[in-house]
T-cell receptor
């Protein structure tokens, strides 16, 4: 198992619910990432945080709201989602932001929107 | 712009035989290239990466990949498949600087006993 944990591992929510995904890294890294992995589509980068500041937002709808309270924790707050948002949401971290640094991935949260 | 195409969505091999996963990329600048593996219910793990050093890159678990600029390819190989190699493999391209990884669609590998 990697040093990146994600909770919950599975989540089922209705379109009117509000929920949050949590990611924690125990590697002392300064950068964290959210990715979306949908069936039959390539993995998509959603957000990048470096030292708790958002450095990239890849045109993600506002119903997804990230939060990085410190360099070890990353949240993804969800509200009024659509069925097409059902996917595996992966968190990753790296020593610093930037591709010279290997990204370490968590196991993901399988989200189903009903 | 950059893109990456994995030519096979599924590959089936027998245990002990070679594995070849094909990847072609498109990039308007010198790319960095990666291969990641994802086992069921697990996150992605980096197998190897190319960042403009040696064109033949050796990774973990006996995998290697060769960067061929003339063919815009970065195929992944392993001489002898093991049952534990059954997983999904992703080819990834990016520019040398920046944060954005562009993933291919993935190749699912089945290893038969």
């Amino acid at each position: 198992e990697t040093g990146v944990t994600q909770t919950p591992r599975h989540l089922v929510m209705g379109m009117t619910n509000k929920k949050s995904l949590k990611c924690e890294q125990h590697l002392g890294h300064n950068a964290m990432y959210w990715y979306k992995q949908s069936a039959k589509k390539p993995l998509e980068l959603m957000f990048v945080y470096s030292l708790e500041e958002r450095v990239e937002n890849n045109s993600v709808p506002s119903r997804f709201s990230p939060e990085c309270p410190n360099s070890s924790h990353l949240f993804l707050h969800l509200h009024t989602l659509q069925p097409e948002d059902s996917a595996l949401y992966l968190c990753a971290s790296s020593q610093e932001a930037g591709l010279a640094y290997e990204q370490y991935f968590g196991p993901g949260t399988r989200l189903t929107v009903t | 712009a950059q893109s990456v195409t994995q030519l096979d969505s599924h590959v089936s091999v027998s245990e002990g035989t070679p594995v070849l996963l094909r990847c072609n990329y498109s990039s308007s600048y010198s790319p960095s290239l990666f291969w990641y593996v994802q086992h069921p219910n697990k996150g992605l793990q980096l197998l190897l990466k190319y960042t403009s050093a040696a064109t033949l890159v050796k990774g973990i678990n006996g995998f290697e990949a060769e960067f061929k600029k003339s063919e815009t390819s970065f195929h992944l190989t392993k001489p002898s498949a093991h049952m534990s190699d059954a997983a999904e493999y992703f080819c990834v391209v990016t520019k040398a600087a920046g944060n954005k990884l562009t993933f291919g669609g993935g190749t699912r590998v089945l290893v038969k006993p």
